[in-house]
């Protein structure tokens, strides 16, 4: 039955406008969490799920990939934006035959994220055929036949993609990979390569492994915590209880951000008394950075430590640790010491003051993490920047210590598991070779598509069949005229989903939507036995998850059940892998996967224990770096910033905090002052004056670029904001258009979203 979804869409005339809130939480997001929750689910519904999310014998939220605490779990270990991402899925809200028969594709490509969104669950498959206008309800299989014929007719395996979201599962991940290897290919974009590809990138050259250091107990042995380009209030607002419990045992925190984000300047726990009304500060410093500023920062700083240390020999660089453990460092010594601070200055619209009193906190702590996001991998130089911010760790011999190392805090839930699991388009030959021996297949040794690059392939007729599992992919990638073009030139394409999205409305000539479980449903197999599934969170803890909740429809199947059958369609039921088998015990999945991925030996074993297992990382195990080397690398990069045109502002694509990635829980990102809307886009006052625009002017955005092609939104309603002077701020997916799919960061290909060009155009009204 379809409920209680909005009758309208977004009304943008609504949008009003107040001050931004200085603390985070509290009984604020208690009470807006439970409201959420209660009108998706109902009250009974409510308390049965959420007592169970990331608890121990619970099931993983589908949100962010903040890890869970190592000892004591507290009943309501979500956040308020963890129960939106819980209530979205086990919403009572459902999207039947009936729904397609109502709307036609047509009807719903004028409609919102949110409002599709908001309609509910998809209770069956459904195909579009060619000259269809609505989608209609097709058996799984023929479902799977279709799919399997239209992949035996292609000229060439590379002529399929398979992209994968980040909250599907480890089990699910290995056998897609296994499915699509087998097949022929390593077509595998994720959505790792539009988010932290350039972390991935920059960490393996520096230390040998593209994954953080720390775990969740080093950071209340912290001295100092550099958050860098990250929002956490909004985007992994748990990490605000580490920050806090940091605090407590006297570490300092820095936040370098071109917004001053609430939930870096105060928070109010709302798992205590005192917490639900009284907010701590978490930011000792604000360092409101100019977009594209950062690696001055971190080289500027390189250069204050240096000076420093020529000041008190021995006191600054770890000697003992640079000699033993690394690469490099003359030459980056030498890069650093040259670099001009006053163009750090420039570079960054810092002041000398805020500079040396960073590095002076820097020199003087004992125990540093350095944490970002987006804000640092989505630049052109997002690669080397992240370098730099490495650098200053391996300086101060923060690598391998108890309280320090490396952060990239990840975003979707098992968005780093997939990657574990073998979701790469570039797999190194031990994985394939492993893979290889242990099923009797011939993997493909040609690197594959990533997301950009699958894109190319789609628009230009080298790839004609997509098929998604999970995610959003026409609302999560970049340029979205070229990106839903490529799409509708497909012959196929084929959503494994859970919710309706851009994606089924933006289709191939043939199109498929298959319904699948969420990490909240009950997930059995065949003969009634309960399965789980295992994640692995930003600090490589790997652990189960268990759906309990009964699924909205019986046509539902889960995400392993999707891939074994249709494996055994497209390679029939005596191909080598047993598909069969893993569709039937996932306790044989994780048997192969101990068999093949490094560090995952005896995972059923370890998976079962009470916070399941930690993989290996050699340079926190051991300061052993897998580098060309042997050794943790510096790296020597050229200085590069972002100078703004005149007359033009660099544009930071973001988050509201009514959503998590493409998914739009409501319309209120109240810690900004932003209600009823989402087409805004914050400017600094003095450029709104310089401009000639006023506060709540309409206007269209309109981005530059190389290709001289006109990028355009429209009638977005101007906000004065804190933002530093030449820089900008608008949501995505809105404001996806206006990134150009060749702007892409060096060395990891991911779209530059934090640095676009942009003019600012009135807005004429049209009839």
């Known amino acids: 039955m379809h409920r209680n979804a909005p009758e309208r869409d977004v009304d943008e005339s609504a949008v009003r406008i107040t001050t931004p809130k200085r603390q985070a939480a509290g009984m604020t997001a208690v009470a807006i969490a439970l409201d959420h929750a209660i009108g998706e689910m109902g009250v009974a519904r409510t308390a049965r799920t959420l007592s169970r999310v990331n608890q121990r014998h619970g099931f993983d939220c589908p949100g962010c990939a903040w890890p869970e605490p190592s000892d004591h779990r507290r009943p309501a ?30 009807d ?18 459904m195909v579009l055929r060619p000259g269809d206008t609505h989608y209609s309800p097709i058996a799984w299989a023929d479902a799977y036949r279709l799919i399997a014929a239209a992949l035996r007719g292609l000229g060439s395996p590379d002529e399929a993609v398979f992209y994968t979201s980040g909250r599907t599962a480890n089990e699910t991940a290995f056998l897609y990979q296994l499915l699509v290897r087998s097949y022929g290919t390593n077509n595998l974009p994720d959505c790792s390569n539009m988010c932290h590809e350039s972390s991935g990138a920059a960490l393996t050259a520096s230390i040998g492994i593209g994954k953080g250091s720390v775990t969740i107990d080093d950071f209340e042995s912290a001295d100092l915590i550099i958050v860098a380009g990250q929002n956490p209030g909004t985007n992994h607002p748990r990490m605000l209880s580490a920050l806090q419990r940091a605090k407590a045992q006297g570490a300092r925190v820095i936040a370098v951000n071109p917004l001053p984000e609430t939930g870096l300047l105060g928070f109010r726990d709302p798992q205590t008394v005192k917490g639900l009304t009284t907010g701590v500060a978490i930011a000792d410093d604000l360092l409101q950075i100019r977009l594209g500023g950062d690696m001055a920062l971190f080289q500027g700083l390189g250069k204050l430590l240096f000076e420093a240390e020529d000041r008190a020999p021995g006191t600054v660089v770890d000697r003992a640790f640079v000699d033993a453990h690394t690469a490099g460092f003359d030459d980056y010594e030498k890069q650093v010491r040259n670099v001009d601070l006053d163009v750090v200055l420039q570079a960054t619209g810092l002041s000398r003051k805020q500079l040396d009193r960073t590095a002076g906190l820097l020199s003087g702590s004992k125990a ?36 320090a190392g490396v952060c990239p805090v990840r975003g979707h839930s098992n968005v780093q598991g997939d990657r574990t699991m073998g979701i790469w388009e570039k797999m190194p030959g031990a994985f394939l070779d492993a893979l290889d021996k242990r099923f009797g297949i011939s993997s493909p040794r040609e690197h594959g598509h990533d997301a950009v690059d699958s894109i190319r392939a789609m628009r230009d007729g080298r790839a004609k069949v997509f098929v998604g599992l999970g995610g959003n992919f026409a609302a999560a990638t970049p340029d979205t005229e070229v990106t839903e073009a490529a799409l509708r030139a497909c012959d196929l394409t084929v959503q494994i989903s859970t919710k309706l999205n851009r994606s089924h409305i933006v289709h191939g000539r043939t199109a498929l939507i298959l319904p699948t479980l969420g990490r909240s449903d009950r997930d059995l197999a065949p003969t009634g036995r309960r399965q789980q599934v295992s994640v692995e969170d930003s600090m490589s803890m790997v652990h189960l998850s268990t759906g309990r909740l009964d699924p909205v429809s019986d046509q539902l199947r889960s995400e392993v059940a999707i891939v074994c059958e249709l494996a055994e369609e497209l390679f029939g039921s005596q191909h080598q892998v047993p598909w069969r088998e893993f569709r039937g015990d996932y306790d044989r999945i994780r048997d192969a996967i101990a068999d093949v991925v490094p560090g995952c030996g005896d995972y059923n074993r370890k998976v079962r224990g009470r916070n399941g297992f930690q993989l290996p990382h050699p340079p926190r195990d051991a300061r052993e770096f897998r580098t060309a080397t042997g050794r943790a690398n510096f790296a020597a990069n050229d200085l590069h910033w972002l100078p703004v045109p005149e007359g033009r502002l660099i544009l930071q694509t973001l988050r509201s905090h009514d959503q998590y990635n493409t998914t739009i829980y409501g319309l209120a990102d109240r810690y900004r002052g932003i209600h009823n809307g989402r087409r805004v886009v914050l400017v600094n006052p003095e450029d709104i004056a310089e401009f000639g625009f006023a506060e709540d002017d309409l206007v269209d955005l309109v981005s530059e670029w190389t290709d001289g092609a006109e990028r355009r939104v429209s009638a977005f309603r101007v906000v004065s904001y804190s933002t530093p002077r030449g820089n900008a701020a608008a949501y995505y997916p809105e404001t996806n258009p206006l990134v150009p799919l060749d702007h892409v960061a060096l060395r990891s290909n991911t779209p530059v979203s934090k640095a676009v060009t942009i003019r600012l155009e009135r807005h004429v009204h049209t009839a």
């Open 108 to 125: 719903l490509s004028v409609t919102s994220g949110y409002w599709l969104g908001q309609q509910g669950r998809i209770t069956h498959p």
């Open 368 to 403: 540093t993490i350095v944490c970002w996001a987006m804000g640092l991998t989505q630049h052109r130089h997002g690669v080397a920047t992240i370098e730099e911010a490495t650098n200053l760790l391996l300086l101060r011999g923060m690598i391998g210590k108890p309280g």
């Open 77 to 106: 270990e979500f956040c308020e934006n963890g129960a939106k991402a819980v209530a979205e899925e086990a919403t009572r809200r459902t999207v039947t035959p009936e729904f397609f028969a109502e709307h036609s594709v047509e």
